[in-house]
């Protein structure tokens, strides 16, 4: 690869676009090998990260070198290796969690089969582990954590954008359908001292949500039930939010799915639904990538323009009620129970 060449060389462009699983590899592995959270205690010599990490010194340099050219971290005028700003993120209570995701078999083996996912419309990860996401996740509880660990990095910043654009103080109890860990209602419980929350969840994050409702001080408020929501919603909440749920399924699962909770919630009850929005141009977007993860992840399972969505929320019988963006991958829905769709904002 010839380095001096311009971005406008189609050759290089190309040849770089194909390093870029070599990219994303290297800095999940750096995210693994723990790389981030050692320098963030401060600059370190090759030879003390080495042994920190227990890495072979030569073979950690050059996976520093590929993480310097990145502007992730640089090696000083002492010679140690500092973490830049990019790379700060790269640490455990930040997107560390996501880069350990993808780079670990249960989320990189099954892209080698995109070109088949594409081929069938059926999914990836199936073909390559044997059984659909959430089904292996039940089955194998150390991976179900690196996931859900990975969900609540990418998520993180969502919480605290659909606390400030949703007013909840009119709120009894929030019911969040598929919520991981709880996050998001440990924000709005610590936001909203009145209200009281319920999730909905697998075993695994059952477990985990219970402990971090404790050590956030809100168990007595908050409570984490085991269920199928394809079965059954509680219908002991006045509000309900499907945070990125409805992209895993297709049309008619995630009609099923809306109704439930539009019946749960009952007549002045909300359903709040958050998702990527696609917008159909050659520009390139996170949510095309994120359409392309569902594919590998769930085949039938999607992203969808707005259009889509406002035909899932009237087949389901919820009236959309308004809409505002949360962040560059999400978007607040706000519906109830109703016979129609409209949008404050005349459209979503």
Not at 1 to 26: C, F, H, I, Q, Y
Not at 183 to 189: G, K, P, R
Not at 217 to 246: M, N, Q, T, W, Y
């Amino acid at each position: 690869m010839n380095e001096d060449a311009g971005s406008s060389d189609p050759t290089r462009r190309v040849l770089d676009l194909l390093a870029g699983k070599w990219l994303s590899a290297a800095i999940s592995a750096a995210a693994t090998l723990g790389i981030p959270d050692s320098l963030a205690e401060g600059p370190k010599s090759l030879d003390r990260l080495a042994r920190e990490l227990g890495c072979e010194a030569g073979s950690l340099a050059r996976l520093l070198r590929v993480l310097a050219g990145e502007e992730l971290l640089r090696e000083n005028s002492n010679r140690e290796f500092e973490l830049l700003e990019a790379g700060q993120l790269l640490r455990s209570e930040a997107l560390g969690r996501l880069a350990r995701y993808v780079g670990s078999p249960l989320a990189w083996d099954p892209w080698s089969l995109l070109a088949e996912a594409v081929r069938t419309g059926e999914s990836a990860f199936e073909k390559r582990h044997g059984a659909p996401l959430f089904e292996y996740l039940d089955r194998h509880p150390a991976e179900a954590a690196l996931y859900d660990d990975a969900i609540a990095a990418f998520a993180g910043r969502e919480a605290a954008a659909i606390a400030a654009a949703y007013d909840f103080s009119q709120a009894r109890r929030i019911l969040d359908v598929g919520g991981g860990r709880g996050d998001l209602l440990i924000e709005l419980l610590s936001r909203f001292p009145a209200l009281s929350g319920v999730l909905l969840e697998r075993p695994t994050a059952v477990l985990a949500a219970r402990a971090a409702f404790e050590r956030a001080g809100l168990a007595s408020r908050c409570e984490a039930r085991v269920g199928d929501f394809f079965e059954a919603i509680p219908g002991d909440a006045d509000v309900c939010v499907l945070k990125h749920i409805i992209h895993s399924w297709d049309d008619e699962a995630a009609i099923g799915l809306l109704r439930r909770c539009g019946l749960a919630v009952g007549d002045g009850g909300r359903v709040l639904v958050v998702e990527g929005v696609l917008i159909r141009d050659s520009r390139r977007r996170l949510t095309n990538m994120l359409d392309l993860e569902m594919l590998v992840l769930c085949g039938p399972g999607h992203e969808r323009s707005k259009p889509e969505l406002r035909r899932l929320f009237a087949r389901a019988g919820l009236q959309l009620v308004e809409s505002r963006p949360l962040t560059e991958t999400a978007r607040l829905f706000v519906t109830e129970p109703g016979p129609r769709s409209r949008d404050r904002e005349g459209r979503v």
